[in-house]
């Protein structure tokens, strides 16, 4: 086998490949899109109403994507999906009740997204725990409080808040979803390949015996990723309180629910990253995602059943095609 030099990876070739392996999924991904619209005859890309729906529901996904990228660093970390919840509930509570508006739904978004986020990571940390196993015992932790939050409010006579027509309802009115996509997409496409935060996280999630070689702190590294990703996520959850109103509380697990497509795109986005930045791969994979929900609804595919059967089944394609010529066993 012909040894690769230096130069070959400057050649009119190598230049011409890489664009190619860059370009593949897009690509694809547009044909698939214009197929399934063709079936629809044009109601969802030719349709401004239905495309800027279509914007909404893909930049809520995509930063929830954006977040898993960094919280997922040590494994797959499902307790984010109870900081969700509650952050939504504190976030709506902040406007009803405390009467603080967008900077209170940003805030507590946020911030209660965080430290639920760092107190899980804390957790795992501390007690050397495999991911999934303190993901999901936080999880039941945080769900355990919201049940409390509900059923204290429901013996009131009162049900989960929600905000009113008039109350902060405007960050799902456009154009505001589509300058949050551009403007998340830039700023983790930048976080995440030219700072050093996004170094030592892929030099951590890549190997982390080798990245505490090169002076890396596993640790550190995991606590600041976790902070990114919540912020990532806290944003989220701000923009799915003001489109939806309101956020409930969940029992069993079930506040995987909030996260499921968003876990969709991260492992849409896992099967292409051999070719483009992961930030790039979350926004096509939140896109085509949304896309993919919203052309079953509108063909009455059963959601719950056979819309995830479908999803899942794209997923399993791309996976094969991204990883194609792997002879190595894929983790």
Not at 54 to 65: E, K, P, R, V
Request: proline residues 2%.
């Amino acid at each position: 086998m012909k040894k690769r030099t230096g130069m070959d990876w400057y050649s009119p070739e190598s230049n011409m490949k890489r664009i190619v392996d860059a370009c593949i999924f897009p690509v694809g991904l547009a044909v698939i899109y214009v197929i399934f619209d063709l079936i629809l005859g044009g109601s969802v890309l030719l349709n401004l109403n239905a495309f800027l729906t279509l914007i909404s529901h893909t930049t809520i996904q995509a930063f929830i994507g954006w977040g898993l990228v960094f919280i997922f660093s040590g494994g797959p970390d499902f307790s984010i999906a109870g900081a969700f919840v509650i952050a939504a509930n504190v976030a709506a509570a902040s406007v009803v009740e405390w009467g603080m508006g967008y900077i209170g739904i940003f805030f507590f978004s946020i911030a209660v997204t965080v430290i639920l986020q760092l107190v899980s990571t804390f957790v795992r940390l501390k007690c050397k725990l495999p991911t999934w196993v303190s993901g999901l015992g936080m999880l039941m932790i945080y769900e355990a409080a919201g049940s409390v939050y509900t059923s204290s409010r429901s013996a009131r006579g009162l049900t989960n808040i929600t905000l009113g027509a008039d109350q902060c309802r405007a960050l799902g009115t456009h154009p505001i979803p589509l300058l949050f996509l551009i403007a998340g997409a830039v700023i983790m496409y930048l976080v995440f390949s030219r700072t050093k935060i996004g170094i030592d996280y892929r030099a951590v999630s890549s190997n982390a015996r080798v990245a505490g070689y090169m002076g890396i702190s596993r640790n550190r590294t995991e606590y600041i990723a976790a902070a990114v990703g919540a912020v990532s996520v806290g944003i989220a959850v701000a923009l799915t309180i003001s489109s939806n109103a309101k956020v409930d509380t969940y029992t069993g697990l079930g506040s995987v629910a909030v996260i499921g497509k968003a876990l969709a795109t991260w492992l849409l986005a896992g099967a292409m990253e051999k070719r483009l930045s992961k930030p790039v791969c979350i926004l096509l994979g939140a896109f085509f995602t949304a896309f993919l929900f919203n052309v079953m609804t509108r063909m009455d595919i059963p959601s719950g059943t056979w819309q995830d059967v479908a999803n899942a089944v794209f997923i399993l394609v791309f996976g094969m095609l991204s990883f194609a010529g792997t002879k190595e066993v894929v983790k």
